[in-house]
């Protein structure tokens, strides 16, 4: 449980130089569903999120396009407020870095770390990514391209003003270590403790060679660096530290963040707020990323966008929630498909829970004259949803989303299998049970009111649609759907509303038409179709006898590891942890079910095939970071080891 009763939710405040894609939809989803969550509970949520207007990135698009780079976010910023809106996304404010109550605090923060000494006048010289907004170290510097965009860095050598960081090393170090809530998930942590001790140095936070910024206070020649202007609209959104919502608000944050910016907001975020006499937000929670086929979707890949809003208009906002929130386990990489997007609305929103709220809504018009019979002994039911409810609760307090949805729809199938066993369509002839029948219907209609309560955070606008079928006023409660609270609340004799089917069945021609609106023409399977390219809608079951294109075979990562430690995992005759050397400068843990053939003494030095993208998976509790490839069919008859000394971490192919 959440010890203090009020919280802050932000995003990262997205830079205008892009329109809104799956990625950003994916942050401002899982934002929104936590702050709903939490509303739910009745505690009280500020909700945040907004736009980074400022830098040499966005003046730069701006010039490009002819124009300002004001009317260029006025423009863009426009597209984010609508994406949202299209999303059901319920954010409290919305900040843009142009605001002058933005540039009030910024500059108030500024001058704070000047008063307290922990800004100086020097010059920088070194290698600059607009891309990444970042300064490159010349380590990572590979033929002046930056490593992450492969685009030409700039060589900056200008005066600068300086942070020093490297006062902060110590106390954020001993910050993280003892706030295991601050940085999640844990392997974050661990990134950013190694980094961090690593030895930090002082920071450069003002730039002369373009103007497009908050001027330096004193020093109009400057413009502060965009990084500290945008983190700081965490503060500005409040009003400042001494705004008229920080007493209820700050510290309570938790910053959502891509893993891409873990560095800005885990090392230079706390050592600034640390500079300025401000309490450390509670949680920095870093998600993975979106990738279409491995490559991660962004601007500078054309082929990876997915527009969120043509997903949200086609299906709906919420099939589109409940995949992203469903389909990843918060902190991993997720490759996006369109396919499994259409399986998982058909399957499960559309048979398993969509069925269920029809069927029953059906039966209750039916049998008992669209009315909310009197409840009668509570079923088995009223123990699952109990359950369900619990686990969901459990899941969102840890920010687990993917496995709430899995607890609620242990709740959605019990329910259909109670309808399938109590079969309440012959109740009502046969005279032994039909006295059963109201009873039935009503532990039935309560389930839905509680899935509707439950599933209002993740899918606004369906939880919603259940409940008015029920004859909930929804509008009428004082604030937004309560969190289920105790079994037997729907009162008898309410009025049902109409069913009215919640995900409509996507069939095969429907979904041969979405994907060849959706899907962009270079990533269409077979482009050479006489149809045209239209892939086909067949389901996204894997075909086992299917050959697979070049392409598909390279982004298997296989590599040679050396094993440097093997043992038992307690209360597992198969498993074994091992750490394996992959050449990267550390080693990586990776759980095999070799156990049984081999111990693991056998296995120290030697040197065998891994499987080195797949992605990390936690078993029996262990984090695994790959697999280990080995023949035999039911069980492991040997590891596939390489013919000849090999360095660890080299190509197999
Ligand atoms: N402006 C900075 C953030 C400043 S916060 C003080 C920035 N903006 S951004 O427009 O590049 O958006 C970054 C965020 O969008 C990422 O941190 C992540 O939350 C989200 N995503 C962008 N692409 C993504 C994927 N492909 N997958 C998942 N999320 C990603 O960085």
């Known amino acids: 449980m959440v010890a203090h009763q009020s919280i802050y939710i932000t995003t990262p405040i997205y830079y205008v130089n892009d329109a809104p894609h799956l990625g950003h939809a994916y942050t401002t989803v899982l934002a929104d569903t936590f702050a709903r969550y939490h509303r739910s509970r009745g505690r009280a949520v500020f909700f945040l999120t907004g736009t980074d207007e400022h830098g040499q990135k966005i003046e730069e698009v701006a010039r490009a396009a002819a124009t300002t780079p004001l009317a260029h976010a006025d423009r863009v910023v426009e597209r984010f407020r609508d994406t949202w809106k299209r999303l059901l996304i319920a954010n409290d404010d919305f900040i ?342 109201p009873t039935t219907l009503y532990e039935l209609l309560e389930t839905i009111g509680w899935l509707g309560r439950l599933l209002v955070p993740f899918m606004p606008a369906k939880g919603a649609a259940m409940l008015a079928q029920l004859g909930v006023d929804v509008l009428a409660e004082s604030t937004l759907p309560a969190w289920p609270d105790r079994w037997g609340e729907l009162p008898a004799g309410q009025s049902l509303g109409t069913p009215a089917p919640l995900f409509p069945k996507i069939d095969a021609a429907k979904s041969a038409e979405l994907l060849n609106r959706w899907v962009a023409p270079e990533l269409r399977e077979d482009s050479s179709a006489p149809t045209g390219g239209a892939p086909s809608a067949a389901p996204p079951k894997a075909d086992a006898a299917a050959s697979l294109t070049f392409d598909e075979v390279q982004r298997l990562d296989l590599r040679t590891g050396r094993i440097e430690h093997a043992e038992r995992i307690a209360g597992s005759t198969r498993l074994l942890r091992l750490e394996v050397d992959l050449g990267e400068g550390r080693r990586r843990q990776i759980v095999s079910g070799i156990a049984e053939t081999y111990a693991p003494e056998q296995l120290l030095g030697r040197t065998v095939v891994v499987v080195a993208n797949l992605a990390p998976a936690n078993i029996r509790g262990t984090l695994s970071e790959g697999m280990l490839l080995a023949a035999g069919e039911a069980a492991v008859e040997a590891l596939a080891t390489v013919d000849g000394p090999v360095a660890p971490g080299t190509r197999v192919r």
């Open 96 to 437: 843009r870095t142009t605001e002058p109550r933005h540039k009030a605090v910024v500059e108030r923060f500024w001058q704070r770390l000047v008063d307290r000494g922990d800004i100086y006048l020097s010059s920088y010289e070194g290698w600059y990514c607009v891309a990444c907004e970042d300064f490159s170290p010349e380590s990572q510097v590979v033929d002046g391209m930056c490593p992450i965009h492969q685009r030409s860095l700039s060589r900056i050598e200008e005066p600068s003003y300086f942070f020093r960081m490297s006062r902060y090393e110590r106390t954020l170090i001993e910050h993280i270590e003892s706030h295991p809530a601050f940085i999640q998930p844990e392997s974050r942590r661990n990134e950013v403790l190694a980094f961090v001790k690593g030895g930090l140095r002082d920071l450069s936070i003002s730039r002369t060679s373009f103007s497009w910024g908050i001027p330096v206070p004193g020093d109009p020649a400057h413009v502060i660096y965009v990084w500290v202007d945008a983190l700081v609209n965490y503060l500005s959104a409040l009003g400042g530290t001494e705004g008229p919502n920080a007493d209820t608000f700050w510290p309570h944050a938790v910053h959502l963040v891509g893993k891409d910016i873990v560095r800005f907001h885990c090392v230079y975020w706390p050592t600034l707020l640390m500079a300025a006499g401000v309490p450390l937000p509670k949680t920095v929670l870093a998600h993975g990323w979106w990738t279409v086929r491995g490559k991660k979707i962004s601007k500078s890949m054309p082929a990876t966008r997915v527009d969120p809003n043509l997903l949200a208009e086609d299906l709906s906002p919420d099939a589109l929630r409940y995949f992203l929130l469903r389909e990843v386990p918060l902190g991993l990489d997720g490759d996006f498909s369109y396919e499994a997007l259409l399986s998982r609305t058909n399957s499960e929103l559309g048979n398993d829970l969509g069925n269920l709220v029809n069927r029953t809504l059906t039966l209750a018009h039916r049998f008992l004259a669209g009315r909310v019979p009197s409840p009668g002994h509570p079923s088995e039911l009223a123990a699952i949803a109990v359950a369900a409810r619990d686990q969901a609760a459990a899941a969102l307090e840890a920010y687990h989303p993917s496995r709430a949805l899995d607890a609620i729809f242990e709740l959605v199938r019990a329910a259909n299998r109670y309808v399938d066993h109590t079969a309440p369509w012959t109740m009502a002839k046969d005279p032994d049970r039909a006295a059963l029948l």
